[in-house]
């Protein structure tokens, strides 16, 4: 999803799935700014391979953003703030194998 800001700022935000050492899949928000969010909004698709770099967004006590889902248990979101992404995979798949930092 990209967006502008009222300054005109593009900023491109998705989700990206990671499997931890249990097998669980962990879920990272990522938010890529200017240059960088205009190549993720541009060349992204669901399902495509990538590799985010970037620094860890707390909530205002540090931690991650805690919320109750609809079936009554809880998760953590983490948000990430992109620094470069390097979009994987092959060229028979629509990827690149580029890294775009910013």
Not at 52 to 64: R, Y
């Amino acid at each position: 999803e990209q967006k502008y800001t009222v300054d005109g700022k593009a900023v491109t935000s998705f989700s990206v799935a990671a499997e931890n050492r249990k097998d669980e899949t962990l879920w990272f928000r990522v938010s890529a700014w200017e240059k960088l969010a205009e190549v993720c909004g541009r060349y992204l698709k669901k399902g495509a391979k990538v590799l985010v770099e970037g620094t860890l967004k707390a909530d205002e006590n540090g931690s991650p953003r805690v919320f109750g889902r609809k079936d009554g248990t809880s998760g953590a979101s983490f948000e990430v703030v992109a620094l470069s992404v390097k979009f994987l995979g092959s060229k028979e798949e629509g990827e690149n194998d580029n890294s775009i930092p910013f």
